[in-house]
Antibody, heavy 122, light 110 residues
Framework: EVQLLESGGVLVQPGGSLRLSCVAS????????MYWVRQAPGKGLEWVST????????YYADSVKGRFTISRDNSKNTLYLQMNSLRDEDTAVYYC???????????????WGQGTLVTVSS | QTVVTQEPSFSVSPGGTVTLTCGLS?????????PSWYQQTPGQAPRTLIY???TRSSGVPDRFSGSMLGNKAALTITGAQADDESDYYC??????????FGGGTKLTVL
């Protein structure tokens, strides 16, 4: 059974940093691209970032480019999102998600985590 | 900045059929945008319904179907049920690893 378990969401001050983690199980982690998708309170979904299975290619939404870094440790089956220079508008539930197949750069999700809440506020 | 457009709200009667659409503020949607559709109820993680225009995700009943309708992607729900009352989001691939979600459609079944 595929499981994605996010952690790391907390209350942080504007300008601060935070690292989210997502531990994956139930599939060959290194074979699949992974995503971060977020949802601000009462708002819609927003794609944040993608990382290929090998970690060799990463992609970011303009809203986070230069501030967020996606990475993965395939030996630990863990996905990360390093978030720097946080802003009020980064407040959201952050979901970790798995790509449905082993190739492609489009957003093709088959499994979602339950999300972790990041609150940016002074 | 290209915006992905969805109807803000829609209603359907129980047992009825509804088609939600996903368009672009500029230009047409094609299969090369690999349209996907997700369902979300309040407080829950999203659930994948459709990807690559018309491929149902595992376990999704066949009353959910995806297609292209004119210059938009479409999600059709046939035989709507009460628990289909949810928010529905589409996402389009813009190239260079970039994907953009639509604003979502709130579906009411009544």
């Amino acid at each position: 059974e595929v499981q994605l378990l996010e952690s790391g969401g907390v209350l942080v001050q504007p300008g601060g940093s935070l690292r989210l983690s997502c531990v994956a199980s139930g599939f060959t982690f290194s074979s699949y691209a992974m995503y971060w998708v977020r949802q601000a309170p009462g708002k819609g979904l927003e794609w944040v970032s993608t990382i290929r299975g090998s970690g060799s290619n990463t992609y970011y939404a303009d809203s986070v480019k230069g501030r967020f870094t996606i990475s993965r440790d395939n030996s630990k089956n863990t996905l990360y999102l390093q978030m720097n220079s946080l802003r009020d508008e980064d407040t959201a539930v952050y979901y970790c998600a798995k790509r449905a197949d082993s190739s492609g750069n489009d957003l093709k999700i088959d499994y979602w985590g339950q999300g972790t809440l990041v609150t940016v506020s002074s | 900045q290209t915006v992905v457009t969805q109807e803000p709200s829609f209603s359907v009667s129980p047992g009825g059929t509804v088609t939600l659409t996903c368009g672009l503020s500029s230009g047409s949607v094609s299969s090369s945008h690999y349209p996907s559709w997700y369902q979300q109820t309040p407080g829950q993680a999203p659930r994948t319904l459709i990807y690559s225009t018309n491929t149902r995700s595992s376990g999704v009943p066949d009353r959910f179907s995806g297609s292209m309708l004119g210059n938009k992607a479409a999600l059709t729900i046939t035989g709507a049920q009460a628990d289909d009352e949810s928010d529905y989001y589409c996402v389009l691939y813009m190239g260079s690893g970039i994907s953009v979600f639509g604003g979502g459609t709130k579906l009411t079944v009544l």
